[in-house]
């Protein structure tokens, strides 16, 4: 049975390309475009892994992560962030105080993604 990934990201381009790549590569995924979304197809759909971006207006990544916690305590979060003021490493920093198991800094490279992804997948 294939791993379902939900995709967290409030970009319209991310969230089809990212959704294309990983179904290409034999995920399943589903896609949500903020926090409280992204929460309520946590709830209902039980995925394996996460990716969520950090900046999202209404409710952003932190909280989203803190609340997955609560319910999936050894679930693969992964934490993305692009360009923001005070760079992307700050709010990634954040999300691992908050409970992310990895971060990727927006742009990253497609193999950096599926790698991490396989590594999940053994672990």
């Not at 409030?10 to 589903?30: E, H, M, P, W």
């Not at 693969?76 to 700050?90: H, L």
Request: proline share 6%; glycine share 8%.
């Amino acid at each position: 049975m294939p791993i379902l990934i939900l995709v967290i990201d409030d970009d319209t381009a991310i969230r089809l390309s990212l959704s294309i790549l990983l179904q290409a590569k034999g995920y399943d995924v589903v896609v949500a475009a903020d926090g409280a979304d992204g929460f309520a197809q946590f709830l209902q759909h039980r995925p394996q892994i996460v990716m969520s971006d950090m900046i999202m207006p209404g409710h952003e990544g932190l909280s989203t992560i803190r609340k997955m916690r609560e319910h999936a305590p050894d679930m693969p979060i992964i934490a993305m962030s692009g360009s923001v003021e005070g760079g992307p490493a700050s709010f990634l920093q954040k999300a691992q105080a908050a409970g992310a198991t990895l971060c990727l800094e927006k742009p990253f490279e497609t193999d950096e993604l599926l790698g991490i992804l396989a590594d999940l997948e053994r672990a």
